[in-house]
C-alpha cells in the first residue's frame, strides 16, 4: 500500500472511515486515546464505543434513520456488518450488544492489512499528511484547541442549543398565518397565533414537564440570549412574552389584532418542507416536547422531524468551513468525520465517516469525490451540512425533510416506501462509482 492516512478517533465515525480506505488499499494509522485517556462519557478500551445507548433507531426503510442504514449497507459499511450480526431485540429499531459489537468492529478491522492502531492521544493536526479528524463530541481540550487554530475563532462549538423541528405537512396552516414581524421582508414566517387561556395553559404545561437530566460532566452555560424555554418560564408568567412568544409586530388576519402571544416557525430549507421553532431551545424529555408542543395552535398532529435539546458536544459551524467532499476549507488535506462535522445520532456519524473515507481515497490521487446524489438520505445530510445558515447552524438527526420532495402528489401512507425506492436506486448507482 503506497498512500497513508491518518485518522484521528476510534469511534464509529474513525472506525468507518479506516474501513473504507483500507477496502481501497489505502494504509491507516488510526489514533484513540484509549486506555491511557478517556472522555469523561467512554469507559470501554475498545474501538467503536457505544456510549448513550445501544439503539441505532429505526431498522425501516420508510424511517429517515433506517433509509441511511440501508444506504449504508449498500455501501459496504463496517458499523452496519458489526451492528447487523450482534443485534438483540428491539422491535422495529436495530439494538445490538455493546460489547459484542465493539469486539467485532474492532477484530474486523485488526484482520485488514495496512492498519497500524496508535493508543495514544492525538493531540495535534499534521498539515501536510492527509488527515481525517473523527474526535467526536467530546474531543479532547488538546485537539479542539489546535482545531480552532485551524478554523478560526468562532468556528467550533462546545455546546449546542437545539430547537425542535417539525414537518411542514404536519401543521394546521388553517390556525396559522404567514408574516414577518412588522411586515418587514418578505413573509417567511408560519405564526402560532395563541389567546390569553391558551399561553397561560402552555406555561403552565412547560413548568411542569420532565425535563432530560443532565449528564455528570455536563455544565452548559446558558447565554442570555439562548435560554432553554423552561428556564425562561421559570423567571415568570410573563418572561416567554418578552422572548420567543413575543408577539408584538404581527397582526392575525382572522382577528385582525395582535394576538397575545405567537410562536413563530421558520423554513429550514428552500423547498420549505421542514420548520423550526425559533428560540425554543429545550431540555424537556422527547415524549415531553410531543405534549407540550402539541398544545400549541397548528401543531396539534405535529410530526417532529428533530427534538430540542441542549447538551455538550464538540462541532464546527460546517457551512462556513467545509467543502462537500468534508474537506476544511483552505486545508485540502484535512477532512473531518462523524458528530463534528454537525450531524446528529450514531448512524449519521457512521455515515460521514464512511464518507470520508471514500472522499479521500479518490483526493490522494488526485480525483475528484463524486458527490453523493441529493434524493439519498446521505448527500440530503451533506447537503444540509455545506447549505445551512451559518449564522444559525445547529447539529441535525438525518430525517425526511432534508430530502427533496417527491414529484406529484403521493398519499402520505406511501410517502416513506417512495422516498426509500428513490433513494436506493440513486445510492446504487453511486455505488458503483465509488466502489472498492
Given at each position: 500500500?503506497?498512500d497513508?492516512?491518518i485518522?484521528?478517533?476510534?469511534?464509529?465515525?474513525?472506525?468507518?472511515?479506516?474501513?473504507?480506505?483500507?477496502?481501497?488499499?489505502?494504509?491507516?494509522?488510526?489514533?484513540?486515546?484509549?486506555?491511557?485517556?478517556?472522555?469523561?462519557?467512554?469507559?470501554?478500551?475498545?474501538?467503536?464505543?457505544?456510549?448513550?445507548?445501544?439503539?441505532?433507531?429505526?431498522?425501516?426503510v420508510?424511517?429517515?434513520?433506517?433509509?441511511?442504514?440501508?444506504?449504508?449497507?449498500?455501501?459496504?459499511?463496517?458499523?452496519?456488518?458489526?451492528?447487523?450480526?450482534?443485534?438483540?431485540?428491539?422491535?422495529?429499531?436495530l439494538?445490538?450488544?455493546?460489547l459484542?459489537?465493539?469486539?467485532?468492529?474492532?477484530?474486523k478491522?485488526?484482520?485488514?492489512e495496512?492498519l497500524?492502531?496508535?493508543?495514544?492521544?492525538?493531540?495535534?493536526?499534521?498539515?501536510?499528511?492527509?488527515?481525517?479528524?473523527?474526535?467526536?463530541?467530546?474531543?479532547?481540550?488538546?485537539?479542539?484547541?489546535?482545531?480552532?487554530?485551524?478554523?478560526?475563532?468562532?468556528?467550533?462549538?462546545?455546546?449546542?442549543?437545539?430547537?425542535p423541528i417539525?414537518?411542514?405537512?404536519?401543521?394546521?396552516?388553517?390556525?396559522?398565518?404567514?408574516?414577518s414581524r412588522?411586515g418587514?421582508?418578505?413573509?417567511?414566517?408560519?405564526?402560532?397565533?395563541l389567546?390569553?387561556?391558551?399561553?397561560?395553559n402552555f406555561?403552565?404545561?412547560v413548568?411542569?414537564?420532565?425535563?432530560?437530566p443532565?449528564l455528570?460532566f455536563?455544565?452548559?452555560?446558558?447565554?442570555e440570549?439562548?435560554?432553554?424555554?423552561?428556564v425562561?418560564?421559570?423567571?415568570?408568567?410573563d418572561?416567554?412574552?418578552?422572548?420567543?412568544?413575543?408577539?408584538?409586530?404581527?397582526?392575525?388576519?382572522?382577528?385582525?389584532?395582535q394576538?397575545?402571544?405567537?410562536?413563530?416557525l421558520?423554513?429550514e430549507?428552500?423547498?420549505?418542507?421542514?420548520?423550526?421553532?425559533?428560540?425554543f431551545?429545550?431540555?424537556?424529555?422527547?415524549?415531553?416536547?410531543?405534549?407540550?408542543?402539541?398544545?400549541?395552535?397548528?401543531?396539534?398532529?405535529?410530526?417532529?422531524?428533530?427534538?430540542?435539546?441542549?447538551?455538550?458536544?464538540?462541532?464546527?459551524?460546517a457551512?462556513?468551513v467545509?467543502?462537500?467532499?468534508?474537506?476544511?476549507?483552505?486545508?485540502?488535506?484535512?477532512?473531518?468525520?462523524?458528530?463534528?462535522?454537525?450531524?446528529?445520532?450514531?448512524?449519521?456519524?457512521?455515515?460521514?465517516?464512511?464518507?470520508?473515507?471514500?472522499?479521500?481515497?479518490?483526493?490522494v490521487?488526485?480525483?475528484v469525490?463524486?458527490?453523493?446524489p441529493?434524493?439519498?438520505a446521505?448527500?440530503?445530510?451533506?447537503?444540509?451540512?455545506?447549505?445551512?445558515?451559518?449564522?444559525?447552524?445547529q447539529?441535525?438527526n438525518?430525517?425526511?425533510?432534508?430530502?427533496p420532495?417527491?414529484p406529484?402528489k403521493v398519499?402520505?401512507?406511501l410517502?416513506?416506501?417512495?422516498?426509500?425506492d428513490?433513494?436506493l436506486?440513486?445510492?446504487?448507482?453511486?455505488?458503483e462509482?465509488?466502489?472498492?
Open positions: 500500500m503506497k497513508h492516512v485518522i484521528i478517533g476510534g469511534g464509529l465515525a474513525g472506525c468507518e472511515a479506516a474501513w473504507q480506505l483500507l477496502r481501497r488499499e489505502t494504509a491507516v494509522t488510526l489514533y484513540e486515546m484509549k486506555p491511557g485517556k478517556y472522555s469523561p462519557a467512554h469507559r470501554s478500551p475498545l474501538l467503536a464505543e457505544l456510549v448513550c445507548s445501544n439503539s441505532l433507531r429505526s431498522n425501516s420508510e424511517d429517515a434513520p433506517g433509509l441511511l442504514k440501508e444506504e449504508l449497507r449498500l455501501l459496504g459499511s463496517l458499523i452496519m456488518k458489526a451492528a447487523d450480526e450482534n443485534t438483540v431485540p428491539a422491535g422495529k429499531a439494538a445490538v450488544d455493546r459484542l459489537f465493539s469486539e467485532a468492529v474492532e477484530n478491522l485488526a484482520a485488514m495496512g497500524n492502531i496508535a493508543r495514544q492521544e492525538g493531540k495535534e493536526i499534521p498539515g501536510d499528511s492527509w488527515t481525517i479528524i473523527a474526535s467526536g463530541p467530546l474531543t479532547s481540550d488538546s485537539l479542539s484547541a489546535g482545531l480552532e487554530a485551524l478554523l478560526g475563532r468562532g468556528h467550533l462549538s462546545f455546546y449546542d442549543a437545539i430547537s417539525v414537518d411542514a405537512g404536519s401543521i394546521d396552516h388553517g390556525k396559522v398565518f404567514r408574516a412588522y418587514r421582508g418578505s413573509a417567511d414566517y408560519l405564526n402560532c397565533p389567546d390569553r387561556e391558551q399561553y397561560e406555561w403552565n404545561a413548568r411542569g414537564a420532565r425535563e432530560t443532565l455528570d455536563e455544565d452548559p452555560k446558558f447565554f440570549s439562548c435560554l432553554p424555554i423552561e425562561m418560564a421559570a423567571r415568570g408568567r418572561t416567554l412574552l418578552h422572548g420567543p412568544m413575543k408577539p408584538v409586530g404581527l397582526v392575525d388576519p382572522a382577528t385582525g389584532r394576538p397575545y402571544a405567537v410562536v413563530q421558520r423554513p430549507n428552500r423547498e420549505m418542507t421542514f420548520y423550526n421553532m425559533v428560540g431551545q429545550t431540555k424537556l424529555a422527547r415524549p415531553e416536547q410531543e405534549r407540550v408542543m402539541r398544545m400549541i395552535p397548528g401543531l396539534e398532529k405535529a410530526e417532529f422531524l428533530r427534538y430540542g435539546s441542549i447538551h455538550r458536544n464538540t462541532f464546527v459551524n457551512p462556513a467545509l467543502l462537500d467532499t468534508l474537506q476544511i476549507k483552505g486545508q485540502p488535506k484535512v477532512l473531518l468525520a462523524g458528530q463534528i462535522t454537525g450531524v446528529e445520532g450514531y448512524v449519521e456519524s457512521t455515515a460521514m465517516g464512511l464518507l470520508a473515507g471514500i472522499n479521500i481515497s479518490f483526493l490521487h488526485g480525483r469525490p463524486p458527490r453523493p441529493r434524493e439519498t446521505l448527500g440530503s445530510l451533506v447537503e444540509y451540512l455545506v447549505s445551512a445558515d451559518p449564522a444559525r447552524f447539529p441535525m438525518v430525517n425526511f425533510g432534508l430530502l420532495p417527491l406529484g398519499p402520505r401512507r410517502r416513506g416506501q417512495a422516498r426509500a428513490r433513494a436506486a440513486a445510492i446504487r448507482e453511486w455505488a462509482l465509488v466502489r472498492p
